[in-house]
């Protein structure tokens, strides 16, 4: 307690600094620094907290491909509501998953239809949930980065212990460091620092973004999920941009070790290899997904059912791509709080909560201009 | 997604992977089988979808305010 009132204290301290900070990384850069955070709940955080605005000015702050559901390829939604509508499937799912929009429609809607899409908070529910419905083959929708992945392995393990032949997993993940490879190479990206994702890291060990620093030459900071957090963090990046200097440091100590967890990792190498993966707004990313190994086809559902389903066009004016890639903000998509909404996404970015123009929509964009509109 | 809720461990079960985890005065089962270190009663973990990440370092916690005093503190470039 007295040790937060503390830190507290040091937030105060740093956010009367931050000007002269930020300005001194701008005298460096010749412009405004920009800072991407990589995950979508610190953009959540950031947008709920207001630290935006008060780095509004200071900073400039753009969210990056942090979402495993926003990343979600178009033509991957479709595969799954095609799944949903084979006879005998009940697809088990987190809930972000659910009004993600594919081509022609989403789980939501093939749910109302009557399609059997059940929601689970962890995969070793939707396992119990096969074994006691042994008359439905239960797929469940592996959607997420490096965090939910280990768990999804152990899902596998679980169905294969208890010799369980109608679980099986649609491998749809994604891996962070390949995104950020593709990110950083990209000529137009104008990205002074990034703000990396916390729980990520967990898994994959600071020294697995160090190729930030040290191939691309730019400041990176891995962060919890407190406002002091990701404070901080932003004063490390702007302090390492001044003297243009460039490290990958770990902010987040108390949870993320160097190499990560060596366990999830030994777990996540049983199961998967390293797979080409499309992403939306990206394309193909290469070896950024992951691939259930050989070994355990018998629960990979790519392998059990035909999923083919033709190539998908994104919706018209959706500028998810850019935005993910933080060339644009949210208010810049001529979509944007028009015909997407959060009540009627067309766009992923607009589903999720933690996507960016989710967040901006509930958080920012509101006050100011929805009178103006 | 990758939401992660800190927890205080009540109880462990080594040999079948669990812990029962205290977060905002609810209890719950998670698994603990992704967890590289031993887990005792006390100690925080971080927990993401029924699954322990990793375990929380107290000490480190309160040595991150070594990071603040290096912004603070350390001397402007020239
Ligand atoms: S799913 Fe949510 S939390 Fe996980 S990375 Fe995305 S945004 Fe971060
Ligand atoms: S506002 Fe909607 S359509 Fe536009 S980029 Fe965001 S999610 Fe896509």
């Known amino acids: 307690m007295q040790n937060s009132r503390l830190e507290l204290n040091f937030g105060r301290e740093i956010l009367k600094m931050l000007p002269s900070l930020a300005g001194a990384a701008a005298r460096r850069l010749g412009r405004t620094p920009v800072i991407m955070e990589v995950c979508g709940t610190h953009t959540m955080a950031i947008a709920r907290s207001g630290l935006k605005s008060v780095l509004a000015g200071c900073i400039e702050l753009r969210s990056g491909p942090g979402c ?9 939604i479709d595969r799954i509501v095609a799944l949903a509508n084979l006879p005998g499937i009940a697809i088990a799912t987190f809930g972000d998953m659910l009004r993600v929009p594919g ?3 989403s789980l939501e809607l093939e749910r109302a239809r009557g399609a059997c899409v059940e929601i689970f908070y962890s995969p070793l529910e939707a396992v119990a949930y096969a074994a006691r419905n042994p008359g439905k083959e239960v797929v469940f929708l592996g959607v997420g980065f490096e965090t939910t992945a280990p768990a ?7 169905a294969a212990g208890q010799k369980l ?5 649609l491998s749809l993940h ?3 460091p390949p995104v950020m490879e593709t990110l950083l190479s990209d000529p137009e990206l104008t990205v002074d620092g990034f703000i990396l994702p916390g729980h990520v890291s967990t898994i994959t060990g600071r020294k697995a973004f160090d190729f930030i620093s040290l191939k691309y030459g730019r400041p990176a900071v891995v962060t919890g999920f407190e406002e002091i957090d990701i404070l901080q963090s932003v004063c490390l990046l702007l ?3 001044s003297e243009g200097s460039a490290r990958t440091v770990n902010g987040y100590k108390r949870l993320v070790r160097e190499e990560g967890n060596k366990k999830a990792k030994e777990i996540l190498a049983e199961y998967f290899k390293p797979a080409d993966a499309f992403w939306r707004g990206f394309g193909l990313v290469p070896q950024s997904g992951l691939a259930i190994k050989e070994k355990y086809s018998r629960f990979d559902a790519s392998a059990k059912f035909a999923l083919d389903t033709p190539e998908t066009q994104p919706p018209k004016g959706c500028a998810c791509g850019d935005i993910l890639k933080g060339k644009l903000t949210a208010p810049d998509c001529p979509l944007f709080a028009r015909a997407c909404t959060p009540s009627s996404p067309a766009g992923p970015c607009m589903v999720s909560s933690e996507g ?4 901006y929509y509930h958080y920012e964009w509101s006050e100011q201009d929805r009178e103006v509109n | 997604m990758c939401l992660g809720i800190p927890g205080k461990v009540v109880a462990v079960n080594q040999d079948e992977n669990w812990a029962v985890i205290e977060s905002f005065g609810v209890q719950k089962k998670v698994s603990i089988a992704l967890v590289d270190e031993e887990v005792a009663p006390g100690d925080y973990l971080m927990v993401h979808t029924g699954y322990a990440l990793g375990k929380i370092d107290l000490k480190e916690a309160e040595s991150s305010l070594k990071l603040w005093e290096e912004i603070l503190f350390a001397k402007q470039p020239s």
């Not at chain 1, 495993?68 to 991957?76: G, S």
């Not at chain 1, 032949?165 to 997993?169: G, L, Q, R, S």
């Open chain 1, 174 to 176: 994604k891996l962070v």
């Open chain 1, 165 to 169: 032949p109608n679980y099986t997993v």
């Open chain 1, 356 to 359: 960016a123009c989710a967040a």
């Open chain 1, 103 to 105: 081509t022609g429609s």
């Open chain 1, 68 to 76: 495993p559901v926003c990343v979600t390829d178009q033509r991957d």
């Open chain 1, 152 to 158: 999804i392995a152990l899902s596998i393990a679980a």
């Open chain 1, 239 to 241: 302090k390492q941009i």
